[in-house]
């Protein structure tokens, strides 16, 4: 099994900055990658980022330039790291890592439970 942790959110004025964490910890054999997402009130689960087990990242739009995505493999975490933020970036941010574990299987998705993000003054 794989548990997903998620941490570093909390209350950030307009044109702050945050870095979200993610741990996947159990028995992991590999991590393929691992994304973010955001679900704002009222609104659907959108994708932030992702990055793979070659470091390949990719951004959705509405980033802009303003989020960085890394990892480090050795110790199963990703980071994203959020500058200039908006009000729009008010969200639950949740991570998910394709991975598999020990013992064999095929790749799963493991979810956290999600950190809040609010952007306000």
């Known amino acids: 099994q794989v548990h997903i942790v998620e941490s570093g959110g909390g209350l950030v004025q307009p044109g702050g900055s945050l870095t979200l964490s993610c741990v996947a910890s159990g028995t992991i054999f590999d991590i393929y990658a691992m994304y973010w997402y955001r679900q704002a009130p009222g609104k659907q689960r959108e994708f932030v980022g992702a990055?793979?087990?070659?470091?390949?990242?990719n951004y959705a739009d509405f980033v802009r330039g303003r989020f960085t995505i890394s990892r480090d493999s050795a110790k199963h975490t990703m980071y994203l790291q959020m500058t200039n933020l908006e009000p729009d970036d008010t969200a639950v941010y949740y991570c998910d890592a394709r991975a598999s574990v020990v013992g064999g299987g095929l790749p799963k998705d493991y979810w956290g439970q999600g950190t809040q993000v609010t952007v306000s003054s």
């Open positions: 990055i793979t087990n070659t470091n390949a990242v």
